[in-house]
């Protein structure tokens, strides 16, 4: 069996300050290496380096053909390990009451994957997608929202009746649209207040055995927000697990 290897996925390293010149002379070194070594066991992606490990996402023809047509931009590309780890959370909760919640869905990149990896359209659930989809003046976010970004992100999952897509600042838009248990969540806000805005608000609403994806919980220049969540799983206590790819993990006990 011919192994896949991670050559199609571009090699993003975001907040890295290096010049130019060094970052393709560090690249070339890396692929050397890797290619030295064995590439299959191999990734170079989204701020992660690492080799001699099965991999085994990367070899799931299912998962990598539903990233290969979802993943538009490179940023989208680059986070394949991210969301396998949020296709992998999203499926293992199928079997628990409640629905599923995603806490910034910016164009729906992450959200269709969870959605198609886990055939939702059949699942008997419901999926919440929440944005404020405004410029970042309105909200500590990612710049890139026009005046249809709602439209566009509603008509993307227009063939799953059963996603919803709501339009309203974080963590006040629960007040109105917000499902009464969680079997899954996703927290992809880019915003301290919104983030522990939406566990204090949703959290109590999941069963034992749910679980939370934090997306920005181990990125190094997000430790506040690693701090501030910390914090909030300890009273309760849980503990979150640090990621290799900067997530956070916690499971509902
Ligand atoms: C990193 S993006 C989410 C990425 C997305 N999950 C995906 O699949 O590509 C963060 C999003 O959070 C939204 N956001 C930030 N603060 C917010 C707030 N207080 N209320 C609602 N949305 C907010 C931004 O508009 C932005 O789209």
Known sequence: MTEKTFDSIPWVFLGINVPPHMAE????KAMDFI???????????????????????LKNDRFREIVDRNAVEENEQTMIWRTFVLCWAAKTSLGLAGDFVEIGCNKGYFARCIAEFTDFANAGKEFYLYDVF????????TPGHGPDSFEVVKDRFADHPNVTVTKGVIPDVFEDTAPEEIAFMHINVNSIAAGIGALERLFDRMPPGGIVILNDYGHGALA??????????????????????????????
């Open 25 to 28: 002379e560090f690249q070339k």
């Open 35 to 57: 290619a030295s070594f064995n590439p299959a066991h191999a990734i170079c992606a989204d701020n992660l380096f690492t080799c001699g490990k099965t991999l085994g996402f």
């Open 134 to 141: 405004d410029p970042p003046s309105q909200a500590e976010g």
């Open 224 to 253: 506040i927000q690693k701090e501030v969540e910390d914090a909030f799983m300890a009273m309760r206590g849980h503990a979150i697990l640090e990621l290799p790819t900067g997530q956070g993990l916690v499971i509902k006990r």
